[in-house]
């Protein structure tokens, strides 16, 4: 839990820096500079594309699979790395906005799974990924920055398990997706009237074997108009 949330402050902590640093680039360059815009109205309007890349935790511990009762022990899990956010949305004013995305999440992968009646061990892995529908409030401040929360439902999919042994990988047909509520809150710094730096943390909540996921991103939006 300690390096899980050491990676996540490195991660935030660096969006920040990004955002730091973008805001004096735009300052140096002055090109359509959110200085020129008269207001807030100017800032969020139209439709936006947007991409996020940072990292993801899903939340699996061992007990997923020891507690059913073929299974004695699971030597480690790995559900944890690099993930990525693809986004679009609509503002229809300054504070409101619609947006859909979809995020790409690392492999979750237990490993040397002990089976009570078999000699050897056995890792298992599946893929899973998230399409996520919020609304999102937002909170215009001084100088191109803003402020934002969001809340909606989101679709996690599960892909196949994949079980391997001694060279051999068996798929089991086991794919499954299930609706999940998402939070999520961040800050964005307007580069320009149509480029824009962001960094956020969402929050897609559990339902039944079904972990929750955090993802921690920095990325770009361009805003169209």
Known sequence: MINTFIKKTVVLSSALAVLAMTSGFAAISN???VSSLSSAAKLNKGFYLGAQAGYADMNYKKSWLTDD???????????????????????????????????????????????????TTVDESFDQSILDFVVKGTLPLKDGYDLYAKAGFANV???????????VTVNSNTSNSKNVPVLGAGANYHMTSNIITEVSFMYYFGNGDLEPTDFAGAGLIYQFG
């Open 157 to 167: 999919l599960r892909d196949d398990l994949e079980a391997s042994a001694n060279g």
């Open 31 to 33: 090109v359509d500079s």
């Open 69 to 119: 009762p073929k299974i004695t022990s699971v030597g480690e899990v790995d559900d944890s790395g690099f993930a990525g956010r693809l986004f679009g949305g609509y503002n229809f004013n300054p504070y409101l906005a619609a947006e859909m995305g979809y995020v790409i999440l690392p492999k979750v992968e237990f490993k040397d799974i002990a089976l009570r009646d078999a000699s």
